[in-house]
C-alpha cells in the first residue's frame, strides 16, 4: 500500500505538461520575430567585389547599378541583385578546349572540327584554332540585350572567322596574312556585337594554331618543302645577283672616275703649259737676249744633274775625242 502512495496523481502529470508546453509556446513568436530578422538582414545586406558592378532590379525591371562595396536593398525578393565582372577578361576557345590551364595545360580530347575546319580562298581546307578574349563594357546591355551573350560571341566569332580566312590563299593564312587576319576579324566581330547591343569588348582575337587536315597533311608538307627549296634557291640566285652587280657597278664607276681624274689631269697640264708658253713669250717679247739667256740656263739647271760626266770645252776646239778615253772605256 506504500508503494502506490507514492506514484503522482495522473491529473497532476496533465497539470504539469500543460504549464510546461505553456512556457515554451510564450517563446514562439520571439523565435519567429528573430529568424524574420535574420532573414530580412540577410537580404538587406549585399556585397559587391572590387572587379565587379552590380546590376539592380526591382520586381524584375533595372532601377540602376552599385559600385564595389557593402550596398543595402529591400528584401523578400522585392529587389534583386546581380554581381557583374567588369574587369575580367573571358576567353572563347574554337577548336579546342582547355581543361586545366597551367604551366601543363590541359585539354579536352573531345572533336572540335566542326567550327575549325575552314575552306581557304583557292579551296584549300584548314584546320584553324583560335581565342577571342573579351571585357563586359555594359552590364545592362549584358543582362538584358540578348538572351544568351556567350553564344552570340561564339557563333559570331565562327563566322566573321570563316568568312576572312576563305578571303586570304593557304599560304597566306600559314605564313604572312595571320596578323592582319586578327585585326580584321577582331574589328568586324566588335562591330557586329555593337549593332546587337551585347554589351561587349573584344580584346584579342588571336590564330593560335593553323595545320592542314591530318590526313593529307604528309603531302602538304612535301609540298611546302619544294616551295621553301624553290624560294632557297631564288633567294641564294639573288644573294649572288647583289653582291655581283654593285661590284661591277663600283668597279666601273672607279675605271670612270680615273679616266675622268686622269683627263682632267692631262688638260690642266696642258693649260697650264701653254699659259707658261705665253707667259714666256710674252717675256721673251719684251727682251730677247735675255730671256734666251735664261732660257739656256734654266735648260742647262734641268739637264746637267742627269748628265753622269760633263766635259767644258773650248770654243775653238773641233772635236772632243781627245778628251775621251777610248780604250779605257772601249769607245762607248
Not at 167 to 183: A, C
Amino acid at each position: 500500500m506504500m508503494e502506490w502512495q507514492n506514484v503522482p496523481n495522473p491529473d497532476e502529470i496533465i497539470r504539469e505538461g500543460k504549464k510546461k508546453i505553456a512556457s515554451y509556446l510564450k517563446w514562439v513568436p520571439v523565435i519567429v520575430v528573430g529568424l524574420f530578422i535574420l532573414a530580412s538582414l540577410q537580404g538587406l545586406i549585399y556585397s559587391i567585389g572590387p572587379d565587379e558592378m552590380g546590376v539592380i532590379q526591382r520586381f524584375g525591371r533595372f532601377i540602376g547599378l552599385s559600385s564595389p562595396g557593402l550596398h543595402a536593398k529591400i528584401p523578400f525578393g522585392i529587389d534583386k541583385v546581380t554581381p557583374i565582372k567588369v574587369e575580367k577578361v573571358f576567353k572563347e576557345e574554337y577548336g579546342f578546349k582547355t581543361l586545366q590551364p597551367g604551366v601543363k595545360s590541359t585539354y579536352s580530347m573531345g572533336n572540335y572540327r566542326d567550327e575549325s575546319l575552314m575552306l581557304t580562298g583557292d579551296l584549300n581546307i584548314l584546320d584553324v584554332r583560335w581565342i577571342v578574349q573579351f571585357k563586359i563594357k555594359d552590364p545592362v546591355k549584358l543582362l538584358f540585350a540578348t538572351r544568351h551573350p556567350e553564344d552570340n560571341i561564339h557563333d559570331i566569332s565562327e563566322v566573321v572567322m570563316r568568312r576572312f580566312v576563305g578571303d586570304y590563299t593557304v599560304d597566306e593564312v600559314l605564313t604572312t596574312k595571320r596578323e592582319e587576319i586578327d585585326d580584321l576579324a577582331q574589328q568586324e566581330i566588335q562591330r557586329i556585337l555593337d549593332m546587337y547591343g551585347v554589351g561587349v569588348q573584344i580584346v584579342t582575337v588571336k590564330l593560335l594554331d593553323v595545320n592542314p587536315p591530318e590526313k593529307v597533311k604528309p603531302a602538304f608538307n612535301e609540298v611546302n618543302e619544294a616551295k621553301q627549296e624553290k624560294e632557297k634557291m631564288i633567294n641564294q640566285a639573288w644573294e649572288a645577283y647583289n653582291k655581283a652587280v654593285p661590284r661591277a657597278k663600283g668597279e666601273a664607276e672607279k675605271t670612270i672616275r680615273e679616266s675622268e681624274g686622269y683627263a682632267t689631269d692631262k688638260i690642266n697640264r696642258a693649260k697650264g703649259e701653254a699659259e707658261r708658253f705665253l707667259a714666256t713669250l710674252k717675256e721673251y717679247k719684251k727682251s730677247p737676249k735675255i730671256t734666251k739667256e735664261r732660257l739656256y740656263l734654266e735648260t742647262f739647271m734641268l739637264v746637267l744633274p742627269n748628265a753622269k760626266e760633263k766635259y767644258i770645252i773650248d770654243s775653238q776646239q773641233q772635236s772632243i775625242l781627245p778628251l775621251l778615253d777610248v780604250n779605257r772605256k772601249g769607245g762607248r
